[in-house]
């Protein structure tokens, strides 16, 4: 049987590897992000080609960060209620579901890579204050 301290040391990586995975996917939106707005000023066809390609790999990215989190919130969940500490990993991550609907409208898929950005920045906070209250109790 593992210790309180073990437990919490592997929330604390499961932690880092989600944030390791959330910074992974926030760096392929940032990137299909300034693809976006050359493709909004009239980049043409090689700029709207690249940034579908930079928002396919940042879904991956944000569909492997859903899986870190979701561990991270499984390692929580075996030693704190879940209502205290846990990460609604829908409400922060959905993006990935729709994503890439309806990408008729550049501007509007610009809006889309904008709000997944700020879904993954507070993911990364939350995840980060947890970790600093764990390593405090440590």
């Known amino acids: 049987m593992k210790t309180l301290r073990e437990e919490k040391?592997?929330?604390i990586d499961a932690g880092y590897q989600a944030i390791d995975c959330l910074n992974d996917a926030l760096k392929k939106l940032n990137q299909a992000s300034g693809l976006g707005i050359v493709d909004i000023l009239g980049?043409?066809?090689f700029a709207s080609i690249?940034?579908?390609e930079k928002m396919k790999q940042a879904n991956?990215?944000?569909q492997k960060a859903k899986r870190a989190l979701i561990k991270f919130n499984d390692e929580l969940d075996d030693i704190y209620d879940q209502d205290e500490y846990s990460i609604d990993v829908d409400?922060?991550?959905n993006t990935a579901d729709w994503l890439f609907d309806n990408m008729m409208v550049d501007?509007?898929?610009q809006q889309r890579i904008e709000t997944s950005k700020k879904n993954i920045m507070a993911a990364i906070d939350k995840v980060?204050?947890?970790i600093n209250v764990l390593e405090?109790?440590?």
Request: glycine share 8%.
């Open 9 to 11: 040391l592997e929330i």
């Open 43 to 45: 980049g043409g066809f």
């Open 50 to 52: 690249l940034k579908r």
């Open 60 to 62: 991956q990215s944000i």
């Open 91 to 93: 409400d922060f991550l």
């Open 107 to 109: 501007i509007l898929v």
């Open 128 to 130: 980060k204050r947890i």
């Open 136 to 138: 405090r109790q440590l």
